[in-house]
């Protein structure tokens, strides 16, 4: 069974920065593209970012990009997403989700439960 | 590319018969669109990808459709446990986008 565990977020100044994490297990981590998509209090879904299986292309919302760093440790089966910059905007939870083939096709089978980012002074 | 999904709300009762849509600023490669279901405090599952192509275990009262610029989500017959949100995707990108969604209420 897919398991993906979010962790790292909490409550940051505007201005400040936070590590998220994705634990995965139950698949083989190598071979699949990783996402982070996002979700603000009471609104939609937000794609912000994406890796490939080797982590030797990243993708970025223009919304993240240069404030957001995406990266991958395959031999750990985790998943990071460094966040600088962070704005009032940036509030939100933050799922990690993986890519349902290893082909083109970058839509998402299964979701992490989240981990909530709050900037906020 | 901009998704867009109408409505924003759809008031039916059990057993009847949902429509949800899904318009795109310009033409999904490949008919590469994804829809998924996120009930209250859950995290989204996948239904449909391809525009039309079931997901692993869905029931086939889900069913999408379209091409190009318009796509559609049908429920044949709601269930209790179908009343949620509901979110396309289109998977053409990068970047990859999803529309703003459509709540499936319970009239």
């Known amino acids: 069974e897919v398991q993906l565990l979010e962790s790292g977020g909490g409550l940051v100044e505007p201005g400040g920065s936070l590590r998220l994490s994705c634990a995965a297990s139950g698949f083989s981590f190598d071979i699949y593209d990783m996402n982070w998509v996002r979700q603000a209090p009471g609104k939609g879904l937000e794609w912000v970012s994406a890796i490939d299986y080797s982590g030797g292309n990243t993708y970025y919302a223009d919304s993240v990009r240069g404030r957001f760093t995406i990266s991958r440790d395959n031999p750990r089966n985790t998943l990071f997403l460094q966040m600088d910059s962070l704005r009032a905007e940036d509030t939100a939870i933050y799922y990690c989700?993986?890519?349902?083939?290893?082909?083109?096709?970058?839509?998402?089978?299964?979701w992490g439960r989240g981990t909530l980012v709050t900037v906020s002074s | 590319i901009v998704l867009t999904q109408s409505p924003g709300t759809l008031s039916l009762s059990p057993g009847e018969r949902a429509t949800l849509s899904c318009r795109a600023s310009q033409s999904v490669r490949s008919n590469y669109l994804a829809w998924y279901q996120q009930r209250p405090g859950q995290t989204p599952r996948l239904l449909i990808y391809a525009a039309s192509s079931r997901a692993t275990g869905i029931p086939d009262r889900f069913s999408g459709s379209g091409s190009g610029t318009d796509f559609a989500l049908t429920i044949s017959r709601l269930e209790p446990e179908d009343f949620a949100v509901y979110y396309c995707?289109?998977?053409?990108?990068?970047?990859?986008?999803f529309g703003q969604g459509t709540k499936v209420e319970i009239k």
């Open positions: 989700a993986k890519k349902a083939v290893t082909v083109i096709g970058n839509y998402f089978d299964s």
């Open positions: 995707q289109q998977y053409g990108g990068p970047p990859w986008t």
